[in-house]
């Protein structure tokens, strides 16, 4: 089962906010054997929560030179954007700053992504797998990731290359939402230059207002029905598809993207529907 530090370091607080507050932290520039984090004050509230934090770092099953695997995922789409290696100091970082930190081993010395680039990872929790030898950093990316411009550091397929595609070095590892985004986001590009033969029908709906609007509405009646009309499990799927395809078609055409629309679900998750369409922009 994967631990949160989140949900853990929330027990400690009366506040609703992720991880340590900063206020509550300062670096400590000496040599210490357990963790960086040390917190401004000595009431009992922030010893507890400083004794938590060690706990915390005991858990977790450092390697003979005292490094864990440490793996940065984007909390709304899923992309695998780059691995590290983290010492005791850099997970206390990453806690208390909230941005991803790391330790690099050529140099020996931590480092948080984005200190140069300024393509930060703002970290939103962090989580351990069930052996406690490797971290997720749970965020959001500032900008793009890998050191070459591109998403993330992942973008070469080896099953490509096994087959001789001269397009494996340059092929995002998308989930499937993502691999249909990009798919669509193609076919709009293509869609401004002329075409012979039948069209496809992504770009006859890229193409047309009225046809895709239409399809939409159609799609969510369908999807409505299998309820209302209590059809099959299956077809409830295969509607949903349906509209969520046709959906973001639509999205491509007003250059809006999933990771966009997702974003915006995460942030109401703390918020009732009411008060969210209470508070929307007219």
């Given amino acids: 089962m994967a631990v949160s530090y989140n949900a853990l370091a929330q027990s400690l607080q009366s506040r609703s906010s992720c991880f340590i507050p900063k206020s509550y932290c300062i670096r400590d520039t000496k040599q210490r054997s357990r963790s960086s984090v040390v917190f401004a004050s000595n009431d009992n509230k922030n010893i507890a929560l400083q004794a938590k934090v060690d706990n915390l770092l005991d858990r977790i099953k450092w390697d003979d030179k005292g490094l864990a695997v440490a793996i940065a995922q984007n909390v709304d789409t899923g ?9 005791r100091e850099a997970l206390s970082t990453t806690i208390s700053s909230r941005k991803a930190t790391f330790f690099s081993r050529s140099r020996s010395t931590l480092w948080t992504k984005g200190e140069t680039s300024n393509n930060f990872i703002n970290i939103l929790d962090v ?4 052996d406690c030898d490797s971290i997720i950093y749970l965020g959001t990316p500032d900008g793009p990731t890998c050191h070459t411009g591109a998403e993330t550091c992942y973008y070469t397929s080896v099953f490509d290359q096994l087959n001789n595609d001269e397009a494996s070095g340059n092929k995002l590892a998308l989930t499937t939402l993502y691999s249909l985004e990009s798919i669509i986001s193609k076919r709009k590009e293509e869609s401004t230059v002329p075409q012979e033969g039948k069209p496809s029908w992504t ?3 890229l193409t047309d ?3 895709l609007c239409s399809k939409i509405r159609e799609e969510a009646d369908e999807l409505c029905r299998t309820l209302e009309e209590k059809e099959e499990v299956p ?5 949903m598809a349906d509209v969520l395809y ?3 078609v639509l999205l491509s055409k007003r250059d809006v993207k999933m990771k966009d629309v997702l ?3 995460r942030k109401r998750f703390s918020q009732s529907g009411i008060e969210e369409k209470q508070n929307r922009t007219k």
Avoid at 79 to 87: D, E, I, K, R, Y
Avoid at 127 to 130: H, K, V
């Fill in 127 to 130: 989580y351990l797998d069930c």
């Fill in 246 to 248: 046709h959906s973001m």
């Fill in 263 to 265: 974003e915006v679900l």
């Fill in 235 to 239: 077809r409830t799927a295969s509607e």
């Fill in 203 to 205: 770009r006859r709906l």
């Fill in 79 to 87: 992309a695998v954007l780059m691995q590290g290696f983290v010492n």
């Fill in 209 to 211: 207002d009225a046809l």
